[in-house]
């Protein structure tokens, strides 16, 4: 994405910078006080900042957005907003500039075989995943394979895995909790819409088999799905490029699974092995 493009975009909507400084503190639950001694100034200059009696400089505004943990995205839009360019590009993960990241993240999710593994973006679309990842899609409506494939709808659509998920309301609770926790986070749009459509699925109750078929020394919320090869159980890790400049590395987290007992191990080296 070019900066003429990014300015464009940003400069939809945009509202004063100091409304949308005080709206990321207060999104992160800081008082006035305690954000200006975290941020080295006065409160009295904060203040000024914030209802537009003083301008921020470029420095002191990207210093604000870093602590505030502004999303990239978004600091592009504060930079628009006090009269700057923005700083961050946005490029497709197949552009040339990012031939090293998508080699990075195609070395992660093979390496990761023969246990499933994917490359999400901001709202849940997948932008890559493994060979283990498409014999789990078994039975899925051909409607929820067409790109765009948003993860969590085809999680827990009735006509996605939702019915062959063992513990269906752990892992639909599991998963609403961290959508919530990203719109609290980064207040986009296109993931509370997500989120509405998502809670008017049909809803589980909630116990049942799925609690006791829970080991005893269980670390983490499993997912269990009923397969071919039987009932897998897989635990999941994220991983996060850890010091992004570009809004898509930022915004792109690889999804790992592993097996959580010894059966689901062995079905998934023999899947492998029949492949």
Known sequence: MSYRRATMEASVNTRPVGELL???????????LAFAVEAEISS????????GRSQPSRDMLLRLALLLEVPLRERNALLVAAGFAPMFRERPLTDPALSAAR???????????????????????????????????????????QPPVNVLRLSLHPEGLAPRIMNL?????????????????SAD?????????????????AG????????????????????????????????VFGTPIDITLSELALESFYPADPQTAAA????????
Do not use: C
């Open 44 to 51: 009295k200059h904060l203040s000024f900042l914030e209802t």
């Open 103 to 145: 080699e990075a993240v195609d070395q992660v999710l093979k390496a990761h075989e023969p246990y499933p593994a994917l490359a999400v973006d901001r709202h849940w679309n997948l932008l890559a995943s493994n060979r283990a990842v498409a014999p789990l899609l078994a039975g899925v409506a051909a409607t929820l394979l």
């Open 208 to 239: 049942g088999d799925e609690e006791a078929a829970r080991a005893p020394s269980a670390i983490a919320v499993p997912f269990r799905l009923a397969t071919e090869a039987g009932v897998l159980s897989f635990i999941g890790t994220i991983t």
């Open 22 to 32: 005080r709206e990321w503190r207060q999104r992160r639950r800081m008082s006035q």
């Open 169 to 185: 309301a752990e892992w639909r609770a599991h998963l609403f909790g961290r959508l919530r926790r990203q719109i609290e986070i």
């Open 189 to 205: 749009r296109v993931l509370a819409e997500l989120f509405e459509e998502l809670s008017h699925y049909p809803a589980p109750a």
């Open 268 to 275: 998934l080296q023999a899947l492998a092995a029949r492949r």
